[in-house]
Structure formats: structure tokens, C-alpha cells
Antibody, heavy 121, light 107 residues
């Protein structure tokens, strides 16, 4: 069974930084691209960032480009999201998500339980 | 960016009845469309990819159709566990984008 364990969320002040992590199990980790998708509580879904199986390609939503950085460690089955210059608009539940494919960004066939990031003074 | 528009925002349906949800893309996306179901307090769950291919374990009462810019998710004979929010997502272009969701509620 696929399991994506999110961690690293919390309360941070505007302008601050936070690093989210996701540890995966139950599938061949480097056979899949991975993503972060966020959701403001009670609102819709927004794709934040994605990374291909070997880290060769990264993609970002315009709203986070230059501030967020996605990375993966295939030796440890982990995915990370480094978030800098955080603003109140970044407050959301952040999901670690598995792509069906390895080398392109397609659809999301497994989701973690999410980790809440709150940006507030 | 490709804008995905879902309608209606809320759909009130009686158990056992059929629900029809719409998703429109701002430009053609061929059949590069997925549907997800989200229940309160849970992460979304993949229902359909490629506009019409059900994911593993998804009941046959869920049917996706469409191509180009117009897509439909039909749920025949709604069960109690089907009342949820449904999102469409395009993967034709980056950034990947979602529709705003349709809430299917009990009438």
C-alpha cells in the first residue's frame, strides 16, 4: 500500500522559511514524479511544484517561483519543499502527491494526509 | 495558464438519482483530464484519468467523458458515500491546474 507521510508544517512569521518533508513507502520511489499540491482550508486545490523521477526537471506555479524549491532524495525515499519568503497567501494544507508517471507531470494517483502551514505574525 | 471551470458549484441530488458534473477548459486539452473526489477531512482521491479511464477500485457508476474543452463526470445512482466535492484537473500544459470544484450534496 502506498503511504506518503508529510511533516514539517507549522506556524511561521511572514518573510520566514519552512521546509516540508515527505517520506514515501509502498512503491518504487524513483519510478514516479512527485509533487506538492496545496489547499487553503475550505477552498480548492492548487498545484505548487513537481519534480521528475531523477530530479532532472522541476516545475513551479508562478506564485511560488523563486521562493520555493522542490527536491528529492531517492536513496531515502523522501521529497522536500523548501519555502522561503513566506507570505500569508501561502497559508494552506500542503499535500505530498505521487504522479502516475516518472518523466512528466500528469495526474496524481496517491496523496499524503497533508501538513498545515500557517503564515502569521 | 489553462483555466478550468466547473459547474455547477453545488449540486443537490437525492440518493439513487444521477448526478452530472461539468468541467470546461479555457483551451483544448485533448483528453488530458483527471477527476478527483474529496470527502471532508480527507485528501483527494483519484477517480478518473485520460478523461474516461477509471482508477483502480473506482465503481462503474462513475463515468467520465469528453475531449477538447468540454468534459463530464456522471455518477449514476448516487450512494451515500458519493456525497463529496469533485475536482477536475488538466495535465496538457504546465502549470497543472484544477477546477474550483463541484460539491455534491444530499437533497
Amino acid at each position: 500500500e502506498v503511504h506518503l507521510e508529510n511533516s514539517g508544517g507549522g506556524l511561521v512569521q511572514p518573510g520566514g522559511s519552512l521546509r516540508l518533508s515527505c517520506v514515501a513507502s509502498g512503491f518504487t520511489f524513483d519510478d514516479h514524479a512527485l509533487h506538492w499540491v496545496r489547499q487553503v482550508p475550505g477552498k480548492g486545490l492548487q498545484w505548487v511544484a513537481g519534480i521528475t523521477w531523477n530530479g532532472g526537471v522541476e516545475g513551479y506555479a508562478d506564485s511560488v517561483k523563486g521562493r520555493f524549491s522542490i527536491s528529492r532524495d531517492n536513496a531515502n525515499n523522501s521529497l522536500h519543499l523548501q519555502m522561503n519568503s513566506l507570505a500569508s497567501e501561502d497559508t494552506a494544507l500542503y499535500y505530498c502527491v505521487k504522479d502516475r508517471y516518472a518523466s512528466d507531470f500528469k495526474w496524481f494517483d496517491s496523496w499524503g494526509q497533508g501538513t498545515l502551514v500557517t503564515v502569521s505574525s | 495558464d489553462i483555466v478550468m471551470t466547473q459547474s455547477p458549484a453545488t449540486l443537490s441530488v437525492s440518493p439513487g438519482e444521477r448526478a452530472t458534473l461539468s468541467c470546461r477548459a479555457s483551451q483544448t486539452i485533448s483528453n488530458f483530464l483527471a477527476w478527483y473526489q474529496q470527502k471532508p477531512g480527507q485528501a483527494p482521491r483519484l477517480l478518473i484519468s485520460g478523461a474516461s479511464t477509471r482508477a483502480t477500485g473506482v465503481p462503474a457508476r462513475f463515468r467520465g467523458s469528453g475531449s477538447g474543452t468540454e468534459f463530464t463526470l456522471s455518477i449514476s445512482s448516487l450512494q451515500s458515500e458519493d456525497f463529496a466535492i469533485y475536482y477536475c484537473q488538466q495535465y496538457n500544459n504546465w502549470p497543472l491546474t484544477f477546477g474550483g470544484g463541484t460539491k455534491v450534496e444530499i437533497k
